[in-house]
């Protein structure tokens, strides 16, 4: 199986001093079980309603900090697991999308914890956390049709050599990259900051790979902490 190699430049840990991240790369079997992601986030949204996990709150003022020391405003852009419990506290739960996208977004809010999923297949090299230049080209849709933007200098991105994958860090993922379930070769980011215990953010990665191994039988995987090397 294809392992995901990510790189994350040292001006990000700047932005966000203890930033560290789970890395999980896949790849997929067939699917026999595609309820499993629909029945997780209907736990995941009664677990949000119900007020946990308890470190959601200062983990996620954590990341509105880190969105603002790049320049974005986190009530209009906040990060993605922000937003997503911010829905299912408006809606009181949240629609199915796709198995293995449900799962993931599953994750995100029983552990208030930012994950993406990735196609690494339609991937130019690897990806990359870092500060954008501002040239680089973001696939998205404007009123319905395709369009590209381009970041302001300084914004932290996710990207790969043909563009931004991920906008303002995690907040909004682009279209040529985007994971499905008919995606053969998975990534996964799940992405915290010190407030989240290490240990909580292990337990997230384990759920994402005990749901997808439940949803796709004789899949393989490999899970890889990044984190900042200190000299």
Known sequence: MYIVSP???PEVYAVAPGF?????SVQAAPVLN????????KEACKAVLAGDPEWTESHLAAWAEAFKAFGAKPKRTPCSADALRKRVLRDGDMPT????VDLYNAVSLQYAVPVG???IATYQGSP??????GTEPFDTLKDGEPAVEYPPPGEVIWCDDAGITCRRWNW???IRTRLGVEAQQMWFIL???PQMPLEKLHEAGKMLTDGLEKMMPGLQFDVVLIEEQRT
Request: glycine share 8%.
């Open 117 to 119: 999923g990735e196609n």
């Open 7 to 9: 790189s994350i430049t």
């Open 191 to 193: 992405e915290s900051l």
């Open 97 to 100: 999308l796709d198995p293995v």
């Open 128 to 133: 990359r956390l870092m500060m954008a230049k």
């Open 172 to 174: 909004r993922q682009g």
């Open 34 to 41: 595609p309820q499993v992601g629909e029945l997780a986030l």
């Open 20 to 24: 560290r991240a789970l890395s999980i």
